[in-house]
């Protein structure tokens, strides 16, 4: 199997090696400490803050035409944030490491995660200022929300392909 091209986004900037770590959710199903990265397919969802709650979702293999249509519309992707976090948004330097393929692993394939448990030297380090811009021009519809809760509910019972990323940063339910 050929991998794809790894990724880490971060907003510290000059880091010239990744070290192991415990993994930053118990959700993830991954034990141990390790290095994260993610597929070059799965990068828009992380084009934000790291604290910043998001709801991103696109089509899946499962995917019904009804949830098709109600949630995409004519869109392929869709990453959708409060409004309470777009200031942060467009202040937000990211730094986007690429990473080397060598000793990494499939960890989540669904969602485009990839671990070693080695040390990494990035192989470069690129700035990206505009999130927004960078968001669509990696083929996301943006959508900026005035309650998260609705659509983050709405979509994890759908058909959809999504992730749910930060919600524990998300303003309370009202």
Known sequence: MTKPRLFHVSEEAGIARFDPRPPPSMDSGVTGDCV????????????????????TYGRGSQTTEADAERFLGGARRVVAFE????????ACALRVYEMPVET???????????????AVTPLAEQVWTDLIRALVEAGAEVRVLQDF??????????????????????????
Request: glycine share 2%; net charge negative; charged share 30%.
């Open 36 to 55: 994260w990265a993610v597929d070059e397919d799965h990068l828009v969802n992380f084009l934000l803050p790291r604290d910043c709650p998001r709801i």
């Open 83 to 90: 409004a309470a976090w777009l200031e942060r948004v467009e």
């Open 104 to 118: 990494f692993d499939l960890a989540l394939g669904d969602a485009g995660y990839w671990i070693s448990r080695q």
């Open 149 to 174: 809760w609705p659509l983050s509910d709405a979509v994890a019972a759908s058909s959809l392909e999504f992730s749910i990323i930060r919600k524990r940063n998300a303003m309370p339910r009202r």
